[in-house]
């Protein structure tokens, strides 16, 4: 956690004007502050009749939310019914125990970058860029690799230092182990976006063991990103760092150079 973070959720005693907007306790906002107000979405395998309301109002209890209101419900087919319920939770959450991934290196801008680069390898750094399995999800890879880039920075295209290899959609592990071998990459970047059955966890599995088998005196820096993925899972996954939504590129690059210059062991 931040120092600024810390000190907001630590205000000066005596600071009521801070303690007010920081709470360090807070309950969800609904209505009005700390009504625990929540509004939830799912669905059940179940036609839709009054049975069915009743049991997604059930199941809303069972998840804490008392009372749960269903305010919406929907048949989706002839077996299946949405709701969206409206209720009160009673969770009241300690900011000071919420655990966060820091970033753990400086944002650079791209002529340090470059010069890095150029200084460490004396040459240029080779990225792999796909999106691998059945997962046909280019945009966010597309975001971070293509000059074009991603919320008004530009792509790894656009630094003179990096070579980008983009292998697009749905690659297949031993086609991508095999391109990185023949690159000789310096680093394999993976997007997963599609996580039905833990797809993402399950292929970035797979490509960690690859990857470290076609490489056994070390494999290239492996990150993989897509916005369900939790950066803290990089040790669980076998990979060097997690990017989740938002990410931008020059947070890519950055943390490239990071790595280069010995921040990753
Ligand atoms: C566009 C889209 C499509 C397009 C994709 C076109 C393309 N060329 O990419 C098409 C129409 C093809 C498509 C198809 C499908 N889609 Co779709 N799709 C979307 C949608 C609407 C937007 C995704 C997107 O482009 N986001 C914008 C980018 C910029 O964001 P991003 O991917 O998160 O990337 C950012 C970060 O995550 C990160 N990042 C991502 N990757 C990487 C990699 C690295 C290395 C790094 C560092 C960072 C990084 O950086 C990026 C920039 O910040 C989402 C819903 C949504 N609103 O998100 C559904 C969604 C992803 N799709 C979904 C589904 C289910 C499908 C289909 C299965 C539908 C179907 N039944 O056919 C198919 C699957 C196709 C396949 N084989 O993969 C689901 C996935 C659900 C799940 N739990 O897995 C979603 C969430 C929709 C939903 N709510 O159900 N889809």
């Given amino acids: 956690m931040t120092s600024e973070a810390l000190s907001a959720l630590h205000p000066a005693p005596g600071d009521a004007a801070a303690v007010a907007r920081h709470p360090r306790h807070v309950r969800a906002y609904g209505d009005t502050t700390g009504d625990g107000m929540v509004q939830l979405s799912f669905t059940l395998p179940i036609p839709h009749d009054a049975r069915a309301e009743g049991a997604a109002q059930m199941f809303a209890r069972k998840m804490g939310i008392d009372p749960a209101m269903v305010v919406h419900a929907k048949a989706m087919g002839p077996d299946f019914t949405f709701f969206v319920v409206y209720g009160r939770s009673s969770v009241i959450l300690d900011l000071a125990e919420v655990p966060v991934v820091e970033r753990e290196f400086p944002i650079l801008p791209a002529n340090e970058i470059n010069l890095t680069i150029r ?54 592990v031993p086609d991508l182990v095999a391109r990185a071998r023949a690159e000789n990459a310096d680093a394999v970047l993976v997007s997963q976006v599609v996580t039905q059955k833990d797809a993402h966890l399950t292929n970035t599995r797979e490509l960690s063991a690859a990857l470290t088998a076609a490489f056994p005196h070390g494999r290239p820096l492996l990150v993989v990103g897509g916005p369900r993925f939790d ?7 076998g990979v060097d760092r997690i990017f989740s939504k938002g990410t931008t590129p020059g947070e890519v690059a950055s943390y490239l150079v990071h790595a280069l210059a010995g921040g990753v062991q």
């Fill in 231 to 237: 950066p803290a899972m990089t040790a669980e996954l």
């Fill in 119 to 172: 200084s460490i390898l004396n040459r240029r750094l080779t990225v792999i860029g796909a999106c691998v399995g059945t997962d046909a999800h280019t945009v966010g890879i597309d975001a971070i690799l293509n000059v074009k880039g991603f919320a008004g920075e530009k792509g790894l295209e656009y630094y003179r230092e990096i070579k980008v290899v983009n292998l697009g959609a749905q690659v297949l």
